[in-house]
């Protein structure tokens, strides 16, 4: 028996990890399921070290056979699709008397797994890269001055695997080239040297690679790509290889409307479990490199929102430009808000956008203050933003009822202080906060880099901030 796609849609519909359903879980929310995997009995786990802050690092195993295989997730903190991913594995090897028992004795007959989930405990607390110590551990490699990089190099040198899987996640900005597709997944065997040369070490990763875009094609065609192969010394991917474990980089991207990345990490246990039955099997060994080589490299064109052909006037002069918007997540607390802001005004014809819009004979108009203060958040109904923006105002002002850095829904800019100024022009990195007028009407509202279509009705799902 071969996995095919069915297979994979049961197994991840069976054992995708529940509690794991939003992208910034932290060290503290995998402790009971590591516990749970414990019970099981099915893998074995061992607390390898800890963090800076004293946080556990564990490896899990499974299996028992000759061809060795290591696996580690999250060495950057907000990178945290594949631990999911990872998660949901756990509960498949876990699992019995559901059609992939086969499957399981023989991947724990010819291979042992080990793996090292969120290896970046503290960065995972803050959801940023870096590590307590502000080191970004994929540079840490050669000099191993954080505690997580030596301990991933201890167990490197400890195990000797055969091959080596190294989970991220890339941001969502990448595309396929010449297409608006964002690039769902993105592989690579890491170059050990220079001149990228290929001994069989890397060969045989670029060879399951190949193995892994099969699969990945039946689940999301032609949004699969290749990860810069510039070598990178003091990298992790890099070393392994030089080290002489065939090494995978699978970097998690991005699926259109798929924010938490669950789509995204279905791929990543599909590639995965579908990895360990061609290195059990050794059928990677037929797949020719050609292959590999044609996967495509990941392209970088992507915004958010892409507005085409906007027309600005200044200075009494006109002008017709394309204008790309960025939705930048920043950190709060546990959840997070949108900073949006404009990433470049000009010819942006190569780009494309999640929201991508011809405005074409429409016109940029600035975003007023609304002067007049509000009582509470509830005063602001969607009639009184809709006849907000038709005025063209896209911010008001909340009495101090409310607490600064608070979260909020609602389509229109709240400020907590009368005083705060804002700048009203079309800048570089400047707020995305403006209107869109055909002849007198305003079509579109502007705001936080959200685009608001006004003849539809409005939605209230924004990640903004009082601030
Ligand atoms: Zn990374």
Redesign the pocket.
Known sequence: MKLIKDDLIKAFSLYEEKALMHRRFKHADILPLLENVRSSGRLSITEIGKSTENRSICRLQYGQGPIKILLWSQ??GD?PTATMALFDLFNFFAGEDDGFDAYRNEIASKLTLYFIPMLNPDGAERFQ?RTAMDVDM?RDARATATVEGALLKEQAILLKPDFAFNL???NNYYNIPGTAIPVTISLLAPAYDYARSINKTRADAMRVIVGIDKILQEFVPNAVAKYDDEHTPRGFGDNFQKWGASTILI?SGAYVGDTEKMMVRKCNFVALLKAFEEIARQSFVSYSLADYEAIPFNDEKLHDVLLRNLTIEQNGKQIVVDVAIRQNEKTLGSNYYVEGRIEDIGDLQDFYGYQDIDVSGMEFVPAKIFTKSFASLSDLDDNTISSLFEEGYATVVIEKTVQDKCLHGLPIRILSDQSTELHQQLLLDGLADFFIRKEEKIIYAVINGYVIDLKKELQKHYKNLIF
């Open positions: 060495m950057h990178e890269r994929n991220h996640n890339q970097e």
